[in-house]
């Protein structure tokens, strides 16, 4: 179950590096895509980094954080809920920070700088994971 604990935390934090590439992925697209004449407002649809963006902040990073929680109370790692539970805050967290930059741009800011708290919570909960590791026994000393 640690293993599993291990492997959870891990994906939180590929999901944020999904979450970082493809958002960036979004913007170039728009970019080029202006420069090569088009327009981009509220008619456009959304691109595959949008997609993917949107897709892997709303369901898929949360429903994984959930699962890390939800495990983390069975591996029995120390200190493991309560770095789960942080993980998991910020990733509700960076959901409320999305749905109210749309309506207040600068606090987009903070979901991006809240971005990289939940990548750090989430590699700092892996690395957490102490491998159980046996002492030899003691050899007898002759006299």
Known sequence: MRSTYKVFAYLVAAGVLVQVASVAFAWFTVIQDIDAGGVFDKNVGPNPGHLTHAIGGMAVVPLVALLFLIIS????????????GITFGLTAL????AFVAFSAPVVGTLHGLNAFALLAVAVIAGHRVQRVVTAPAPQPVAV
């Open 94 to 97: 960076q959901v409320a920070l």
């Open 73 to 84: 109370f069975f591996a029995k790692v120390p200190g493991g809920v309560k770095w789960a």
